[in-house]
């Protein structure tokens, strides 16, 4: 093992109060990241490092600092980092107790700082809710209302209250008034907890939207814990948007950018940004994904704008940097700059953006390092060595993934931890990994070798080619390896979360603005 220098509390603390670019990196699961992080931690687990740190932290040489709670992986992160090309890998001093010692404040979830400034918003704009029960009553007397769903469609799909219509954060300012053309129309904004409804409620008060405008307080969450009824499988979407409202809500959002501080930027800059080697600039394309797919600029991931200002810290993982946002309307990029601009980023707009400079069609591809090599097989070779009776596979697909489907008798296991799923499998002749489409599991290949000694396989295609052919599949948990801790349990998700996790999670977003206080590094303002 190298020696890697270590980076303290106070250097990480200073870098964030004078807002340097800090790439802090918890290493770990996402389980145990949830129970308890710094404010500005990004979960990159060791398992999936390769597949995730050039998009989210692109420039080589950023100072990225590392750490875990004494699991060892810190140190094999560090390694790897400095394998890929990073120039400045240190660890955190004495890691998360190190951090704790220190005297830094510690959180709990995913995607904290948004929610955090969520509470933040709300604690110093009084943002208007209604109860779960008020909306119920307006519903039920047929009142003039319209529930305006602002999470992900996915997530709409999944639970959504009763008539919602499924309007993502950033298409609400844009979509609101074809949504509700009569000012007097009460207009509802909902997620499933809080602070995307807060955030959504917010930015249609901030752009003059005339109609009265509440969020659901507590979401879906709060609508279970009332004891009503929540729907499952809606479609109902959001439609065209007239020349004239799309001119309107164009002008106000610029009006709310310009108050919140955001920069403007022409493609000429954004190209002089991104060849600068000292400063990080990520290029997010906020519309709808479908949009992006039909035709984005080169070198832009798509990030729908309100998933970007409620998972800032998965997409753009280094605090301090510069980022840029695209549209195509004006509406979806000045209005998540806005909030991005009071979350304490170095926002900007691109402005003056031409149809023909949305040149490259298709979905984003994450940027990847050379793939390691493997030898691969088709799943018809492995259903032969599977029936022989002495091949394993092993699947390192989402541990949820894997329990709703996967290739009959294949153990799950999560990459970091192959020495110990090694103690709880079965002794193999060979053995074929695979994921979903086996790009993970290449980089575990040679990692096996080596801790067994024995021949490893890829599976060609992965679990994707497996099931196109028909070929045998189960679903359940028999065959974990390790404990499923690749994935926190959000308590606003799925329909059937105990009502206790529900208050639970409630109760600490109310102590969230609290909390920011005592850590006291967050540089958020609101307008």
């Not at 420039?59 to 699991?71: F, K, L, M, P, Q």
């Not at 009084?126 to 779960?132: C, F, G």
């Not at 170095?346 to 040149?359: I, N, Y």
């Not at 490893?456 to 390896?481: C, I, K, M, T």
Request: charged share 20%; with cysteine; proline share 5%.
């Amino acid at each position: 093992m190298s020696q890697i220098v270590t980076r303290s509390f106070a250097d990480l603390r200073s870098a964030l109060l004078q807002q340097q670019e800090v790439a802090l990196i918890d290493v770990r699961e996402e389980a145990p990241f949830a129970e308890e992080h710094p404010l500005f931690a990004a979960n990159i687990p060791l398992s999936r490092l390769e597949l995730e740190i050039y998009a989210r932290v692109p420039r080589r040489n950023t100072a990225i600092t590392v750490y875990d709670d004494g699991e060892g992986l810190a140190q094999l992160a560090a390694e790897r980092l400095l394998h890929l090309g990073y120039l400045d890998v240190a660890l955190l001093e004495g890691q998360l107790a190190g951090w704790r010692k220190a005297g830094g404040e510690l959180f709990r979830d995913v995607n904290v700082p948004s929610k955090a400034f969520g509470e933040l918003v709300e604690s110093q704009r009084h943002t208007p809710s209604l109860a779960a029960e008020e909306v119920q009553a307006l519903l039920d007397a047929n009142a003039d209302v319209v529930v305006l769903d602002a999470r992900r469609f996915d997530e709409y799909q999944t639970m959504s209250i009763p008539t919602g219509i499924s309007v993502p954060g950033a298409e609400l300012v844009l979509r609101a008034r074809e949504l509700a053309p009569d000012p007097s129309t009460q207009i509802i904004v909902n997620c499933a907890g809080r602070t995307r409804s807060i955030i959504g409620t917010q930015s249609l008060v901030n752009a003059g939207v005339p109609n009265p405008v509440a969020a659901l307080r507590n979401g879906t969450i709060g609508w279970t814990l009332a004891g009503q009824r929540l729907e499952n499988g809606q479609s109902r979407r959001f439609g065209e948007v007239s020349a004239g409202n799309r001119e309107q809500a164009a002008r106000s959002a610029r009006a709310v950018a310009d108050k919140a501080g955001v920069g403007r930027a022409t493609l000429e800059q954004l190209n002089a940004w991104r060849a600068q080697p000292a400063r990080t600039t990520y290029l997010f394309d906020v519309r709808a994904p479908e949009e992006y797919q039909a035709g984005h600029l080169p070198g832009s991931r798509s990030t729908p704008g309100g998933q970007l200002v409620q998972e800032t810290d998965h997409f753009a993982s280094v605090r301090g940097a510069r980022i840029v946002l695209a549209d195509d309307d004006g509406v979806r990029a000045n209005m998540s700059a806005s909030w991005l601009a009071q979350l304490g980023w170095d926002v900007h707009v691109l402005d003056g953006l031409q149809p023909e400079a949305f040149s490259e069609s298709g979905g984003w591809s994450a940027p990847l390092p050379d793939l390691p090599q493997a030898e691969e097989i088709s799943p018809q070779t492995l259903q032969s060595w599977l029936a022989a009776g002495d091949t394993l596979v092993i699947d390192f697909t989402t541990s949820a993934n894997h329990v709703k489907r996967h290739i009959a008798g294949a153990h799950w296991a999560i990459r970091a931890q192959l020495p110990q799923a090694l103690e709880n499998l079965p002794v193999a002749e060979r053995y074929v990994l695979t994921c979903g489409s086996s790009l993970l599991a290449r980089f575990a290949v040679g990692e096996l070798q080596a801790l067994t000694g024995k021949p490893v396989f890829l599976l060609a295609g992965g679990n994707a080619a497996w099931f196109a052919a028909g070929l045998p599949d189960e679903s359940g948990e028999r065959h974990l390896a390790v404990p499923r801790s690749d994935r926190y349990r959000r308590p606003y998700e799925g329909t059937d979360n105990p009502r206790e996790a529900m208050q639970s999670y409630l109760d600490w977003e109310f102590g969230l603005v609290e909390q920011l206080g005592r850590d006291g590094t967050h540089g958020f303002r609101v307008i």
